[in-house]
Nanobody
Framework: QVRLVESGGGLVQDGESLTLSCVASGDIISFNIMGWYRQAPGKQRELVASMSTRDKINYADSVKDRFTVSRNNRDDKVYLQMKDLKPEDTGVYYC?????????WGRGTKDTVSS
């Protein structure tokens, strides 16, 4: 089993920054993809950013140039640096890990960007 625990969410103003962290524990395989999804009120969960252990990175178009995903493979951690936050970035951010046939989720951390 894999457990993911997020931290770093909160309430910020339009234009401010926030960094999310996620640590994975359990049976983690050497090749995996860790990333972040978010779910805004009334909307479906969507990919924000992901990064594989081989450094392949994907971003949602809406966050390119503002968000940066990074990871520490030795400690099984993934980070999301968010700059120039906008009210439309508000939502619950979920850490995700994909390895082989497993698709694992954290419980989420709520981020609110006020205008």
């Amino acid at each position: 089993q894999v457990r993911l625990v997020e931290s770093g969410g909160g309430l910020v103003q339009d234009g401010e920054s926030l960094t999310l962290s996620c640590v994975a524990s359990g049976d983690i395989i050497s090749f995996n993809i860790m990333g972040w999804y978010r779910q805004a009120p009334g909307k479906q969960r969507e990919l924000v950013a992901s990064m594989s252990t081989r450094d392949k990175i994907n971003y949602a178009d809406s966050v390119k140039d503002r968000f940066t995903v990074s990871r520490n493979n030795r400690d099984d951690k993934v980070y999301l640096q968010m700059k120039d936050l906008k009210p439309e970035d508000t939502g619950v951010y979920y850490c995700n890990l994909v390895q082989e046939i497993q698709n694992c989720w954290g419980r989420g951390t709520k981020d609110t960007v006020s205008s």
